[in-house]
RNA sequence: GCCACGGUGGAGAAAUCGGUAAACUCAGCAGACUUAAAAUCUGCCGGCCACCAGGCCUUGCGGGUUCAAGUCCCGCCCGUGGUACCA
């Protein structure tokens, strides 16, 4: 072996053996247990980024580590390949999105295969392949006939000036990124997929996954956000109005004595009729109209209204309650209509105060004073009011009030209990080319109709360059003209493409079946669900649970026999950078890379300014954020693996933080890293010349002893680290490791205490860095394949030991340390402590009041 | 705004159950080796007080529980992720 680490020489080496082994190509005939290890498949954006090194070096450490214990293990790799970025890049570069993605994935392909990742590249997808979404097509189509899927109006948010629907990323501010106008809501006609049919059931089952982590259940389950509450009528009577019932929902029904008002959306059929006579109104509505769809935008833009003119009557006392269009109430919660009760809704008393509409209080708490002045937390409260001014509801509590007041709502059948949830159906349709075509045809004389499942996949055409107004496909005349399958007569395509989130949401599935001619076969039930996925914490919410909702709506279409595709979940923590960007003169968004930019610091050390490098001018730091294209803030990992080698990059980034942390980038300690593989390597070539020795001496010195009692130490603690998956202690475990074997001392023993640490030292390494591991184990002649070693557990004999040290306090202060025998009795502890000098101290003129003794630790003396 | 998570030395971090705060690493300082540099090795490295012995303070801020709090409870501040068309 070389005496120098060579980090290219051994790391081509070591991937020319596992390919040529064919090591990490796997299938369903095995006898041991199968492991599926899953990291969330990445975008091509052009290059790997720090964040997908994190991401993949975790799913790997995983993957090896699994597969020494024993398992059959499944690790795929695919791309995410459909999605606005190529978009954007083909407007910049005038290149069609197919062949800059194309591009992209080779690119990243190789970089990932010179990391060593254990992948069964057999299986890899791309979601551009039309082998792949003609099933997201044929799947579609099943939803459609099971009335999954269906179609209704949907609000979007338009730039007037490239006359397109823009995505919320591309809002800023308000404003098209690209045009700087304004942007405005615009109704279209668009499908949905009936996630809602599922709440209950995606609630539910959370429950039921142990292996995920209690923020992302918790997430999920305020985002289905499933209340109990009243769904009511104020009935009312208007001319011209066929409906004479306005319908609202409320959680909060025991105030509905309070109700002073009724708010509706811009977009309600009473608003829209008010305004037809109204000009300032409908002027107002128009005003309602401007601005993004974003929840963000809504929920922080100052709450605006106006008086409608009409009102509607209260369904229990009669009175006429006036009716207003609110600006915060959407018209896609529920039926686009709220309630106004000012005195026990903090909104609503905003909303009153501004408008100076009548608060009555019918909900009292005893000794609080209400007043209308200011709000108060109470006057919200669920729990502890009573009802008061509620005529015959006085004096009952918020659950008997709802009760009673819905009961009385049903016999006069102006409403009833209703089970609410927050979560909205998924409108899968985009007017955008990059992306799935939804398989249906436009025809005049048969209406909507569906591809026929054998002319699937309707292929998207290569070669469009889109120009930022609108979806080229529209404009592709071999496209969108077809005959109708009906009727045979001419017939338009459909042109909208679905959400790239419907690809992501079956791909793991896919991974288990390659060239299968069904969406899936029986393969996917041997390998599903996924052991362990891995994948960034933006997905929480979204991409899980499409993906968990897919998974139910095959189940129930007889695909698959699971129920959820994902038994563990690790949520990787997002690796963040600085952000820079600059306004033009247009008003659109340009980034600037950090390497671009020269910073000007305060004594402290923060960013004071910033300029661009290329002209000097002033830039925008936006502090730190998310890795991302859009952003240009992403670090490329290459340098580093080409200065240093995959393992020292593999290693640095377990070694930065634990995995669920979120990472500031920095690539101080780099260096560290690789002074760490290569004191390894020297190790390594120093056993290998002095002689490796197998057989231990029947008895070591004390200190030979130490050595390898500390040694098996640290291995139980990497264990122990290793299954809660926190690897920057398990690489600091082996950094302390070889720190011990370097200090052994001499004596009897010393080569072969060296030899049995350091194979311990190699074997829990070789997860993080696979490449120097695998030389060192077959140059020291430890065994052919590491993978094929079986993982090291701690000798007991190795962690005995006589005499322990505890920490001795006095008052919960350290004040010196006590030797005892191991196992030895409390009161004989209490007894070496009371005793000790450093106790004898503290009791001058005084006595213990108490002794807290904490076996293995410490004894703490009160006096 | 709302939901979730986080904040510990100059930096990344560790501390498994409420039990020695700062393991391991980076940066820095001092030294050894060297003609020199690189590499390598050794020592120091939270703050204040002290001649030493040692003492006091310190885990974003303010309170609380406890023999004992980075860890548990209450109230704030700041940062990050998500917020349904970025993926």
Request: charged share 20%; glycine share 8%.
């Amino acid at each position: 072996m070389q005496e120098k680490y060579l980090a290219s020489e051994i790391e081509r080496a070591a991937q020319n053996y596992w390919d040529t082994a064919r090591s990490f190509y796997v299938n369903e005939n095995s006898n041991k247990p199968k492991y599926y290890c899953l990291s969330m498949l990445p975008y091509p954006s052009g290059k790997l980024h720090m964040g997908h090194v994190r991401n993949y070096t975790i799913g790997d450490v995983i993957s090896r580590h699994y597969r020494m214990r024993g398992f059959n293990v499944l690790q795929p790799m695919g791309w995410d390949a459909f999605g606005l970025p190529a978009e954007n890049a083909a407007m910049q570069n005038n290149v069609p999105p197919a062949k800059w993605t194309y591009d992209n994935i080779a690119y990243m392909k190789h970089q990932l295969q010179s990391l060593g990742f254990a992948l069964d590249w057999k299986r890899e997808l791309a979601t551009c392949d039309p082998e792949y979404y003609r099933w997201n097509q044929w799947f579609f189509l099943r939803m459609l006939e099971k009335g999954i899927a269906y179609k209704k109006t949907q609000i979007v948010n338009w730039d007037p000036v490239d006359q397109t629907v823009l995505a919320n990323e591309q809002v800023i501010e308000g404003r098209g990124w690209r045009t700087g106008a304004l942007v405005e809501k615009r109704e279209l006609p668009g499908y949905y997929l009936a996630i809602t049919k599922y709440a209950d059931e995606l609630l539910g089952a959370l429950d039921d996954l142990p292996g995920w982590p209690e923020r992302v259940k918790a997430m999920q389950a305020n985002w289905i956000g499933r209340s109990t509450g009243v769904r009511f009528a104020f009935p009312y009577r208007i001319d011209g109005l066929a409906s004479d019932k306005l319908w609202v929902y409320t959680t909060r029904a025991d105030t509905l004595m309070g109700v002073t008002f009724c708010a509706v959306a811009a977009e309600h059929p009473l608003a829209a009729h008010a305004a037809s006579h109204n000009p300032t109104l409908a002027e107002f509505i128009a005003e309602c109209k401007r601005g993004s769809v974003m929840e963000a935008d809504m929920a922080t833009m100052e709450k605006k209204g106006m008086p409608t003119g009409l009102h509607v009557l209260h369904p229990i006392t009669g009175a006429q309650i006036d009716v207003w269009v609110g600006n915060y109430v959407l018209m896609s919660y529920g039926d686009g209509a709220v309630m106004g009760v000012p005195a026990h809704d903090e909104r609503d008393f905003a909303f009153a105060k501004k408008y100076g509409l009548p608060i009555k209080q019918v909900v009292a708490v005893e000794n609080l004073e209400f007043s209308t002045d200011a709000w108060q937390e109470w006057y919200a409260d669920k729990a502890a009011g009573r009802c008061v001014d509620s005529g015959k509801y006085d004096g009952l509590d918020s659950s008997a009030a709802i009760a009673a007041i819905a009961e009385d709502l049903r016999s006069m059948q102006l409403g009833e209990p209703q089970v609410h949830y927050r979560l909205r159906d998924w409108g899968v349709s985009r007017q955008r080319y990059w992306g799935c075509p939804i398989p249906l045809v436009h025809c005049e004389t048969c209406g909507t109709v569906p591809v026929p499942d054998a002319d699937l996949p309707v292929v998207l055409p290569q070669d469009c360059v889109p120009d930022g107004s609108g979806n080229p496909l529209a404009k592709r005349e071999d496209f969108v003209n077809c005959s109708c399958p009906r009727c045979g007569k001419p017939a338009r395509r459909e042109t909208d493409t679905m959400d790239t989130f419907v690809d992501s949401s079956w791909y793991y599935a896919r991974y288990c079946t390659p060239g299968a001619d069904a969406m899936v076969d029986a393969r996917t039930n041997y390998w599903m669900p996924v052991d362990q996925y891995i994948g960034g914490i933006e997905h929480a919410i979204l991409h899980l649970l499409y993906s968990r909702f897919w998974t139910k709506a095959m189940r129930d279409l007889g695909l698959v026999s699971y129920d959820e595709p994902f038994k563990n979940l690790l949520t990787q923590g997002m690796v963040l950078n600085h952000i820079f960007s600059r306004r033009n003169a247009k008003g659109s968004i340009e980034y600037f890379a950090p390497e671009e930019v020269e910073l000007k610091h305060d004594d402290g050390g923060r960013v004071l300014s910033a300029v661009a490098k290329r002209d000097g001018e002033p830039v925008e730091y936006g502090g730190v954020g998310t890795m991302s294209k859009s952003k240009r803030n992403g670090v490329d990992p290459q340098s580093l693996i080409e200065q240093y080698g995959a393992d020292t990059a593999r290693f640095f980034m377990m070694f930065a933080a634990p995995p669920e942390q979120t990472l500031e980038w920095s690539d101080t300690g780099v260096e560290g890293a690789f002074r760490f593989l290569r004191r390894v390597w020297a190790m390594g070539h120093q056993i290998q010349s002095s002689g490796i020795v197998a057989q231990l001496p029947a008895t070591l010195s004390a200190d030979l002893a130490a050595t390898r009692r500390e040694v098996h130490l640290l291995l139980r603690q990497a264990n122990y680290d290793l299954t809660r998956f926190q690897f920057n202690t398990v690489a600091s475990a082996t950094m302390k490791m070889l720190n011990a074997i370097e200090k052994a001392p001499a004596g009897e023993g010393r080569g072969a205490v060296m030899t049995e640490c350091f194979s311990i030292l190699i074997r829990v390494l070789s997860p993080i860095t696979p490449h120097i591991c695998h030389a060192l184990w077959c140059d020291l002649g430890y065994g052919d394949d590491v993978l094929a070693a079986s993982w090291p557990e701690p000798v007991e004999a190795a962690l005995k030991q006589d005499e322990e040290t505890l920490v001795l306090q006095v008052n919960g202060k350290v004040r010196g340390s006590i030797t005892v025998k191991v196992g030895a009795a409390k009161q004989t502890i209490e007894q070496v402590a009371l005793d000790s000098e450093v106790a004898q101290k503290f009791l001058v003129g005084t006595s213990a009041k108490k002794v807290v003794v904490v076996p293995g630790r410490l004894v703490n003396i009160v006096v």
